[in-house]
């Protein structure tokens, strides 16, 4: 019963600030309190300045008489004043030092315009009144506005000790002390207690900040967790990198703590707003894992889609969903959504719907290996851009169906990019992959295709034709996060193919602006290509998962190393040797030398399509002839 009881008492305090707040955020509620507040201030400051400018006796007839004649026309001075410094629309739950300095900026003026028309018509006023009366005044509006942010602190730290979760701020910069700052009046943290902060910068250890003590660098997580009966740790670094909040990560998880982080979002936000609590979430796999995203020159990118027809083939899926997230968000002209999937694309044409009501949006059912089908979306749009994002791309499942590999990405790229160059589109940007590089398997080597076409039809076409190559993609259907996550969640085993096996990451959004940006620099003929940093061991990646899910490799979850399956190979190459690199503007997207393809080319992929259309068993040998550096796994033994 006690406990119930409390419980309904907590909940009725939190209703009553509630309330009370509610009323306290009505701007002209706010406003009007304050201005009788201050004429209030005005009455006391005067009459108190008079009381001890006589010693606390009787005060001089005279002085009294100019005092309560003029005491309102003082008050209507302060107020106005007042409200041409500002002090009625500041934000005074963050009050601090401008505040308190325009407050006393006011005052000062306030008490010179008082002074100068009681001067001018020789009202009799003590001479030390023009001293005292400002500082008074001072004292009672600064009490008045300081107020709410007083009491906040005072009952936040009534019950600092009683309170049930005990937090750790990793990072003593800016945002920690913001951040501290907030928690302290935010609902959401009233039953938390900040113990302590955790910082690597060992100059800041055995200092406080906002009272709370520093109390290590980031080996001291564990240690101090468990000192301080730690049960939520903050990562509050939103500047770090993936690689800082991965190794910091580490060292949270031997605490057993709940990890939560403020994300680099936090940048771009107006510290006078009641929002920087709101972004602390969970930490997710996409915080630690893959490298850090590039920056792209958005200003560039949505003036090449603004009010531009862009088609966008794909449109369903987990890369041609986002393209059209961030298209949508440039205004195009008209954005059509082109997928097979009917699934796939009605989720994303309610979800642009809902974000972009006044958004001019076409979503049409169909499929690129369909001509005919895809001629009618070309001949009544008129299409200015496409993105080609339509392919299969799962490896094992095209080993046993190669000939699905060929008419889907190789006859539905030749589809779109003939189209393109008839109906006259300015760009055409496909969507390509890093295992189009010395391909072992169908799908690397259709793919490879798809960028041979785009090259040999920009040197024919006014059209201008370029492939994005990039690794694989954190959270895409089909990736390996998604399966680990459903091993992890039955229990295990979290399957790996071998220990020694690596690929690049790098996140669907990421890889969706290097698509655009592509889209930007695009001349013709060109295979761009993201630097992606080092790859990452898919073994030491299932470790992570397991670890992320709060469990232990080895123990909680078994890791079961299953074999290669076919097609796959340990690594992946992002570029051929005899591509070579050329710089773009954005340091981190390189672009690869066209290479040399044999004249008769289309040809042989006419030949090549046609023999995957009578799904004949020798396409993976036809494939081959097509791409020189495609070794088959049986050929490859």
């Not at 041979?452 to 040197?459: A, L, V």
């Not at 096996?501 to 930007?520: C, D, K, N």
Request: charged share 25%; hydrophobic share 40%; with cysteine.
């Amino acid at each position: 019963m006690g406990f119930f009881y409390k419980r309904k008492t907590n909940l009725l305090k939190t209703e009553m600030r509630k309330s009370i707040q509610s009323v306290w955020d009505k701007k002209a509620v706010r406003i009007g309190l304050l201005i009788v507040l201050d004429i209030i201030s005005v009455f006391l400051s005067e009459l108190l300045t008079l009381w001890f400018r006589f010693d606390m006796k009787h005060i001089q007839v005279d002085f009294f008489s100019t005092f309560s004649e003029f005491f309102l026309l003082d008050a209507i001075i302060v107020v106005i004043i007042f409200m041409a410094f500002g002090l009625y629309t500041s934000v005074w739950k963050y009050a601090s030092i401008p505040e308190l300095i325009s407050n006393a900026l006011a005052v000062a003026t306030a008490d010179i315009l008082i002074f100068a028309y009681k001067h001018i018509l020789l009202l009799p006023s003590p001479r030390s009144f023009w001293l005292i009366f400002p500082v008074i005044l001072l004292i009672f509006t600064c009490g008045v506005r300081f107020s709410y942010r007083i009491i906040r602190e005072i009952l936040y730290n009534f019950g600092y000790n009683k309170r049930q979760n005990v937090v750790m701020l990793i990072g003593a910069g800016n945002a920690a002390k913001m951040l501290l700052d907030e928690m302290a009046r935010n609902e959401r943290y009233v039953d938390s207690r900040i113990a302590c902060i955790i910082d690597d910068n060992s100059n800041k250890v055995g200092t406080r900040i906002r009272n709370i003590p520093v109390v290590g660098t980031r080996r001291d997580i564990k240690a101090m967790a468990d000192k301080y009966l730690v049960n939520e740790i903050i990562i509050a670094i939103p500047s770090a990198s993936k690689e800082t909040i991965n190794k910091i990560f580490e060292e949270c998880q031997k605490t057993g703590c709940e990890v939560k982080i403020l994300p680099s979002i936090y940048l771009d936000m107006d510290p006078s707003k009641e929002n920087i609590v709101a972004q602390i979430r969970p930490i997710k796999y996409e915080d630690f894992l893959g490298r850090d995203e590039i920056v792209v020159n958005n200003d560039e990118i949505t003036r090449n889609l603004t009010g531009k027809t862009i088609l966008v083939t794909g449109g369903g899926g987990s890369i041609g969903s986002e393209l059209c997230r961030q298209i949508a968000a440039a205004q195009p002209r008209l954005l059509i959504i082109f997928d097979i999937y009917e699934n796939n694309a009605y989720d994303i044409q309610q979800e642009l719907l809902r974000n972009y009501p006044d958004l001019n949006l076409q979503t049409i059912i169909g499929s690129v290996r369909d001509y005919a089908r895809l001629e009618k979306v070309f001949q009544e749009f008129r299409p200015e851009q496409v993105y080609h994002a339509a392919a299969h791309k799962h490896v094992p499942l095209m080993e046993v169906s190669p000939n699905e590999a060929i008419k889907n990405n190789c006859l539905g790229t030749l589809n779109t990019v003939k189209l393109a160059d008839k109906y006259g589109v300015d760009k055409f940007v496909l969507v390509s992959t890093d295992k189009a590089v010395r391909p072992t398997n169908i799908m690397g080597a259709s793919k490879r295709i798809c960028e041979m076409i785009i090259q040999s039809y920009d040197k024919i076409s006014k059209t201008h034709y370029v492939a994005v190559r990039f690794g694989n993609v954190l959270g895409s259907n089909g990736s390996v996060i998604p399966l680990f996550l459903k091993q992890i969640e039955s229990g295990g085993p979290v399957t790996v193919t071998h220990k020694d096996i690596t690929r690049y990451f790098m996140t669907i959004p990421e890889a969706v602006s290097l698509i655009l940006q592509a889209g930007v620099y695009a001349e013709g003929g060109e295979i761009f290509v993201l630097d992606m940093g080092e790859p990452v061991k898919i073994y030491d990646l299932a470790k992570k998962i397991i670890h992320y899910k709060g469990l232990e490799p080895g123990k909680d979850i078994q890791i079961k190393i299953t074999g290669l399956r076919p097609g796959e190979k340990l690594y992946e190459e992002m570029l051929m040797e005899e591509e070579g690199l050329k710089e773009t503007p954005n340091k981190l997207i390189h672009i690869g030398r066209p290479i040399r393809i044999k004249e008769t080319f289309l040809q042989d992929l006419d030949e090549l399509i046609k023999a995957a259309g009578k799904n004949t068993d020798e396409i993976k040998t036809l494939t081959a002839k097509l791409v020189n550096t495609y070794k088959p796994q049986k050929e490859a033994k």
